[in-house]
């Protein structure tokens, strides 16, 4: 089974990376190794996802949302608005099931 690379991250990945770049870069209470460990990634790997080098999965964005005491929804949605390829409502309800 041969190996693809796996493909960039994309304009709203680069975005929501911006976001969380500059919250850590405001935060004085908290290094990049601090976050690392927080969300439980090695340095390197998360070096390599606020680097855009590294894809980041929802799950991990969820935690680093919350280690860095951003709002998830919001954090997107203001990505989103930055990109010209997507568009997301904050307003955007969904119904229960």
């Known amino acids: 089974m041969s190996k ?7 304009p709203l990945t680069q975005e929501v990376t911006a976001k969380l770049r500059a919250e ?3 935060r004085r209470d908290l290094t990049q190794v601090g976050l690392a460990a927080a969300v439980d990634v090695s340095p390197a790997q998360l070096s390599e996802i606020l680097n ?4 980041i999965d929802l799950d991990l964005l969820d935690r680093l949302c ?7 929804k919001t954090t997107l949605c203001e990505a989103d608005e930055k990109t010209s390829t997507r568009r997301i409502s904050t307003e955007w309800t969904t119904p229960l099931l």
């Open 4 to 10: 693809r690379a796996k493909p960039a991250p994309g």
């Open 24 to 26: 850590l870069g405001r």
């Open 52 to 55: 855009d080098k590294k894809q």
């Open 66 to 72: 919350f280690a860095l005491s951003l709002d998830f």
